[in-house]
């Protein structure tokens, strides 16, 4: 199991140690740092890396390295799922309150996910439904792969020990689920209902992917013109963003990104509307459209300077998207109700539907 | 600050202290002032003083041991947090003096009435690993692993596999509760339990993968055993494999799991499942695992290793997912080449094409690192799959043009292992190659280049020499691995072709033997020896053209994933492809399996003073313990046995649902509980206990006899209630000596453990024909409703016949058959078309009279003219491609008004196509077409609602199709819905246990695919839909059909 973890910043800096069993020196970290120069990118860093007497299994989140040390084997999917859980506690942790004055208290429960002696003056339940669309477009425009993925996010504030069931008027749609651990897997099983305690506060309920033989509406389109001529170092590009299939809701915060290719030197555009940068360092551009209007597609049109006597690049760059849409869950799943067991009073129920993008790219 | 008198200056002077030894700065000058602190009755500042603790304990030994004595007293706390946490921190300080007072107290926490503390004393045990204390820790392992506390559970296990996890003796008795409890433990603890178990299995249980080895492992007969054994080897003989009832349990309670929100827990069963289940089964876990992929970078990482050691031993596991693995721009390179290598396993002569066009968009990858792995694993496509080699070379050729010098370079080396595997006619592409060579600078694609030519010198006879013309003069400048290859080439060519190259050889020779690198030097000397004719030269010379130009084997292409499935998949050894210190090798199966008797737990003795004071779940424990077929089991017999059980079935399930969220509850309230009315209980619970176990045997023991003459009455469908009664009372006899003997032994709990073995006897003895029955049928892997159905489907006249013969009672055969004929008629010609010959048809719905793929269709023709009509036949056809058709015998004559029927047979393919023929009199035809309703092209099919459900559980994806419909009022009875749907589709109806859903089950005439269908009825008078079927088209039809029958009035 985990014997020491370090915590190492941008600048690699070792900033935070915890050893569980023996003290481990620091200098074990030297290997990551040589497997972190050599990946030269942060993300290529391997998560397990093996040294003489040690394996360090990290990850990589908020700019932050979490490498916990190992001495001997483990499943290491244990170790990374414990550290991304760490790295969500820390988030909760310090993400809310400034460092806390009060050390969380340990607490044993009959169930364990939720603290007993809850108490609200205003008891509620609000319930997220979030889907996203992971999508590769390929140049013409048809659709390469599509799929979605959603969850369900809820905040529950609810006094006592609360039962919840919660229906969907389509569950067959829900093709793969994963649960949080307070949901009731046989009532599931036999009924497509969920049933459940829930923790207090905010917690994921459950995670789904929608059958794939439900087509997937892709609710935007990009026409795009990109081209780099052998002969000037002169470039067109030209992309316009429109909706396509989005059951009549607005599509906002729409958020176009794009690596350009090395031999970019500099681009000159203007946008119908947002605002746009290109960063002549890291080659990214990103242009902030904001919603869409179906009347007025935005676009964004301008040249590519290139770098002069290199030939034009290979491939032209693919264009990466992000945009939401409030109140539709793209899938079509709908929530039938909401009934809550084992106390008295009457909540307040709340579900909200949105649809997001989620790895979602163009090729041009 | 920490001599102050005010808490909260402590407090703020040890966060600091603990501040700084997070940042990894000493403050172990601060131990004896800190260490006062221990006693503090702030909690907040005790806690921080034990961090300070675990941390500076071992450095100052001897002002540790002050703090011991405060840690002794709070262990024996009324509190179980401080109890455990005291424990914790005793385990941590790593005082070797200490080890003593831990083992006492570990040993004493370990039967604590909290689990919480226990649960910490298996976490301290892996702590105080010491071997001189091993043994005392395997007696305390031992006695934790009885404990029935799912908070215990992951912990000790934990503590199993760090100290003793060689001890698999200590696991038999034990692995039934394990199996039973996974569910409900922690997550972590899950992790561990699985791969623990897993191991497990693989030393107790055979084989479920080689049918065909069970059977000759028990073809040697040791004559001293006896003849129960001898029986038990029959039957496994004749049924070549059946899995380990306990096999079967480990597999089902962990399936569930594979929906943990875990990625860990889901890659545990995954990678159970792949070492322990039969083949066919191991699927299920692919789409997990893919689900995995939306997870962070690290997770993708290691589930896309384990997926690409999957898939090259069986591609189709993930070959529907194949788009799942494309790759974004935006992943990392790792998570790029991981993808890649799947996509590439995953290659066949289907999808090969689309692969190609998918891999050319990452050949132009910004990506250089990637986009040469991409010309690799085109090369392995090419390799592997031989249409496609040509158009792989091809493109790869083609990539020779491209400015970026990587690439070309890979090309260069992919190209060359690729001709080498078929050098039959490519001269033109070494061509190409030799071309090339000016422009390209990479060593290993120059060298690679050269060596072509070399090889293949004979085939390009003009431009070798040339080359090394070339190359000669720019010898120096080379980089070594092209200095090798160019004397390599030299010595070819002048081996062949001395006449033109021998100068040109022997001034290449020259250079190299005064080259810098003493290898080329070497090769050099070498090669002069062999090739130049010279007097000292020996033997070997002659030998040299032999030498140079033997036929090389082609390099194989091959996955870096190949070599790493001899590690268990999930584990670290297997990310980095090598023994990590302390990997358990997973052990083969057992070629027979050791005595699954082990497993066995006598009731009595388990320790029952955990569970608290439910006694529901108490009633459930023992019987699951005995039964390891448990939940699926009871839950089907239940709802097929319809009468007993309507009722019972829901009460024992909410029983279990209560049980199992009671059971946490119990096990930690019991920790409130005063131990006095502990031991009032324990009286109590091994009384009622034995009951229990007696009541659910006999239950069991109904079950069996129902479902053996379910069976009966399926297979044969003569099911004769006569015998199943008998059998039945038979049972019922045992049953109830067991009862009395149960009362009579009420009031001494000792004989429990008697009974016990009665009622194991019981089980043994008088029933062993129905347990084996039974076996055979819950344990075959694949089920086999599929089978039977030409039994079990009879045609009405059949079945009148039948009636005649046998007792068999009709409600039997009315639930196995259900042949309902629908009246309609359809029109087939009408008598103005057909000169007064008119003609109709309907379905008769009666299987296999012309055929196994034939749909019967009975046409009436009746003669509406006043004259005779002669020699009604059937003329020429015009069917779409695969239909068949077998004609009714020709009517010689049809009398003025008079109405014939005859039957004739056709083979739609399982299609709705119209069959078009002509209908034919003596001196007329008419053309005529027959188009089948959907409904028409099934036949009925008999089986349990479980089977229904396990078919229907693998019709899942594309192969479901499902719609919300309005049901009309009238229409939402049970009778109704099964009418009208069995009128308009020609559909078995399975037993169900809800009211509300109706399942109904057929085949398709002529492929005999499934076709499930599902009624099931919504609040507001709506109805889901649910067809599932491999024959998606004919599934969406009948859909579309079955819509309005129920929402019409």
């Not at chain 1, 988030?91 to 050390?103: K, P, R």
Request: some cysteine; glycine content about 4%; charged content about 25%.
């Amino acid at each position: 199991m985990i014997h020491s973890l370090f915590l190492i910043n941008a600048s690699g800096d070792i900033f935070l140690e915890k050893h569980w069993k023996s003290v481990v020196s620091r200098s074990v970290c030297d290997y990551f740092f040589e497997a972190q120069e050599r990946a030269s990118e942060a993300e290529n860093v391997p998560p397990v890396i093996p040294t003489p007497h040690h394996y360090l299994l990290s990850v990589y989140r908020h700019k932050i390295f979490f490498v916990a040390v190992i001495q001997s084997e483990v499943p290491p999917l244990f170790v990374i799922e414990f550290l991304h859980r760490v790295v969500d506690t820390f988030q909760d942790y310090f993400g809310s309150t400034n460092v806390g004055d009060q050390l969380p208290t340990g607490q044993l429960s009959v169930v364990p996910w939720r603290r007993t002696g809850v108490k609200y003056t205003n008891n509620e339940a609000y319930f997220d439904v979030i889907e996203e669309i992971d999508a590769i477009i390929d140049k013409s425009g048809s659709t390469i792969t599509a799929e979605i993925q959603g969850v369900i996010d809820a905040c529950v504030k609810l006094t006592g020990m609360p039962d919840l069931t919660l229906s969907f008027m389509n569950p067959r749609l829900l093709d793969d689920v994963s649960f949080h651990p307070c949901v009731r897997f046989k009532r599931w099983e036999s009924e497509r209902i969920l049933s459940f305690i829930p923790p207090d506060g905010n917690f994921r309920l459950l995670s789904y992917h929608v059958s794939a033989q439900n087509l997937v509406a892709i609710p935007v389109y990009v026409k795009h013109n990109i081209s780099f001529r052998d002969s000037s170092s002169l470039g067109r590009f030209e992309i316009t963003v429109g909706p396509k299939q989005t059951m009549g809701k607005t599509v906002e915060g729409v958020m176009v990104t794009s690596q350009m290719p090395k031999g970019v030197l500099n681009m000159t555009l203007t946008p119908s509307q947002g605002t746009h940068i290109f960063d002549p360092v890291t080659k990214l551009l990103s242009w902030d459209v904001g919603k869409i209007n179906p009347q007025k597609l935005p676009s964004l049109k301008g040249n590519v300077s290139l770098q002069a006597g290199t030939s034009k690049p290979d491939e032209n760059p693919t264009i990466n998207l992000q945009f939401k849409i409030q109140q539709l869950a793209i899938s079509g799943l709908k929530v039938n109700r909401l009934d809550m067991y084992g106390e008295k009073y009457k909540p307040f129920k709340g579900i909200k539907y949105m649809t997001k993008a989620g790895k979602f790219q163009v090729r041009t | 600050m920490l001599e102050s008198s005010k808490d909260s200056a402590k407090l703020d002077a040890m966060k600091r202290i603990v501040g700084m030894i997070a940042k990894g700065k000493n403050a172990s000058e601060l131990f004896p002032a800190v260490v006062k602190n221990v006693a503090s009755k702030n909690i907040e500042i005790k806690k921080l003083v034990y961090v300070y603790l675990m941390r500076y304990a071992e450095e100052q030994q001897d002002l540790a041991l002050l703090s011991i004595s405060t840690f002794q007293r709070a262990l024996k706390d009324p509190n179980q947090l401080i109890r455990a946490s005291a424990l914790r921190v005793l385990s941590s300080i790593r005082v070797p003096i200490i080890v003593p007072i831990m083992m006492l107290a570990i040993k004493e926490a370990s039967s604590d009435l909290s689990p919480y503390v226990r649960k910490n004393a298996a976490h301290a045990i892996q702590k105080l690993l010491d071997p001189e204390q091993k043994e005392m820790l395997i007696e305390v392992i031992e006695k934790l692993l009885k404990d029935r506390s799912t908070l215990v559970a992951g912990s000790v296990v934990m503590a199993f596999e760090e100290v003793c996890p060689d001890r698999i003796d200590l696991i038999h008795k034990n692995y039934r509760k394990l199996c039973n409890l996974l569910v409900d433990v922690e997550e972590w603890g899950q992790v561990v339990i699985i791969h623990m178990l897993t191991r497990y299995a693989r030393t107790q249980f055979v084989s479920p993968w080689k049918d065909d080895e069970a059977g000759e492992e028990y073809s040697e007969n040791n004559f001293y055993e006896s003849d129960e054994e001898q029986k038990e080897k029959d039957r496994k003989v004749k049924a070549t494999y059946i899995m380990d009832p306990d096999h079967r349990l480990l597999l089902r309670n962990t399936k569930p799991l594979l929906q943990s929100r875990n990625a860990a827990v889901v890659m545990a069963v995954a990678q159970l499942y792949w070492h322990l289940a039969p083949k066919s089964e191991a699927g299920i876990v692919s789409k997990s695992l893919v689900r995995l992929l939306r997870s962070n970078r690290e997770v993708q990482y290691i589930v896309l290793q384990n997926i690409a050691t999957m898939s090259i031993q069986r591609k189709g596991m993930f070959e529907p997912y194949l788009k799942s693995f494309y790759v974004r721009s935006t992943d990392p390179t790792m998570i790029k080449t991981l993808k890649l290598e799947i996509l590439t396993n995953l290659a066949n002569e289907a999808n090969i094409s689309t692969l190609l066009r998918e891999f050319q968009t990452y050949v132009k990858s910004q990506d250089k690192q990637f986009a040469a792995a991409t010309i690799q694993a085109i090369g392995r496509c090419a390799t592997n799959i031989t249409e496609v080699t040509d158009t792989c070379l091809n493109g790869l050729v083609c990539l020779l043009s491209n400015r970026d010098e990587i690439v070309v370079a890979e090309s260069v080396v992919v190209i060359k292992k690729l001709l080498q595997t078929q050098p039959a006619h490519h001269g033109e592409i070494i061509k190409h190659m030799a071309k090339l060579l000016d422009n390209i600078t990479v060593p290993v694609a120059r060298a690679s280049i050269l060596w072509l030519i070399g090889e293949y010198c004979e085939r390009v006879p003009k431009i070798a020499p040339d080359v090394l013309r070339k190359t000669a003069k720019s010898f120096t400048n080379e980089d070594d691995l092209v200095k090798l290859q160019i004397l390599n080439l030299g010595a070819k060519l002048y081996l062949t072709n001395s006449k033109q190259t021998k100068l040109l050889t022997q001034y290449v020779l020259n250079l190299g033997k005064y080259d810098q690198s003493y290898d080329i030097r070497d090769r050099t000397r070498f090669i002069r020896q062999l090739i130049v004719p010279n007097e000292k030269s020996g033997a070997l010379s002659k030998y040299a053209k032999k030498i140079f130009l033997a036929q090389k084997p082609a390099p194989l292409l091959e996955s870096p994933f190949k070599d790493r499935d001899h590690f268990q998949l999930g584990t670290l050894s297997h990310t980095l492809n090598s023994r990590a210190t302390g990997y358990l090798e997973l052990s083969d199966w057992p070629e027979v399996a050791p005595d699954p008797s082990v497993r066995n737990v006598e009731v009595a003795e388990s320790p029952k003073e955990w569970t608290g004071i439910l006694g529901k779940t108490k009633k459930e424990k023992p019987a699951e313990k005995f039964y390891s077929e448990s939940e699926e089991e009871e839950d089907e017999s239940a709802s097929t046995s319809a009468s007993e059980s309507e009722s019972g079935s829901e009460s024992e399930k909410e029983d279990k649902e209560e049980g199992s969220s009671d059971e946490s509850s119990g096990s930690s309230s019991s920790s409130g509980e005063s131990s006095d009315s502990e031991s009032d209980n324990k009286e109590n619970t091994a009384k009622k206990t034995s009951r229990a176990a007696d009541e659910s045997d006999s239950e069991d023991i109904k079950k069996k006899a129902k479902a053996i003459s379910r069976k009966r009455s399926t297979s044969s469908s003569s099911d004769t209630e006569s015998t199943s009664s008998e059998e039945s009372s038979s049972d019922s006899k045992s049953e109830s000596d067991s009862k009395s003997d149960s009362e009579s032994g009420k009031s001494r709990s000792a004989t429990s453990s008697k009974k016990e073995e009665k009622t194991i006897q019981d089980r043994k003895a008088p029933n062993k024909q129905d347990v084996f029955l039974l076996d055979l049928d819950d344990f075959c892997p694949v089920p086999t409703p599929v089978a039977v159905p030409t039994a079990a489907v009879l045609s009405p006249s059949l079945t009148a016949d039948l009636e005649g013969l046998s007792l068999l009672s009709s409600s039997v055969i009315d639930v196995t058959t259900q042949v309902s004929v629908p009246t309609k008629t359809h029109e087939l010609l009408h008598r103005m078309s057909g000169k007064g010959l008119a003609a109709h048809y309907h379905f008769s719905r009666q299987p296999g009279i012309f055929g196994d793929c034939m749909v019967s269709v009975q046409v009436t023709v009746t003669n509406t003219t006043d004259q005779k009509i002669e020699n009604i036949h059937i003329g020429e056809k015009k069917l779409p491609p695969g239909m068949r058709m077998h004609e009714f015998n020709p009517i010689e004559c049809l009398e003025p008004a008079g109405s014939i029927t005859v039957s004739m047979g056709i083979d739609f393919c399982d299609s709705t196509q119209t069959a078009s023929f002509q209908l034919c009199t003596k001196d007329d035809h008419f053309s005529v077409n027959i188009q089948p309703p959907v409904g028409e092209l099934l036949l009925p099919v008999t089986m349990s609602e479980k089977d229904f459900k396990k078919e229907q559980g693998m019709l899942t994806g594309m192969n479901e199709t499902s719609a919300t419909i309005a049901v009309a009022p009238q229409n939402s009875t049970r009778l109704v819905i099964i009418e009208r749907v069995v009128k308009a589709a020609n559909l078995g109806i399975v037993p169900s246990g809800q009211d509300n859903i109706h399942r109904f089950a057929a085949k398709t005439v002529h492929s005999g695919s499934l076709m499930l269908v599902t009624v099931e009825l919504k609040e507001s008078s709506t109805a889901q839909l649910i067809i599932n079927t491999e024959k998606t088209v004919i599934g969406s039809v009948l859909l579309r059909e079955l819509k309005p029958v129920l929402s019409q009035g």
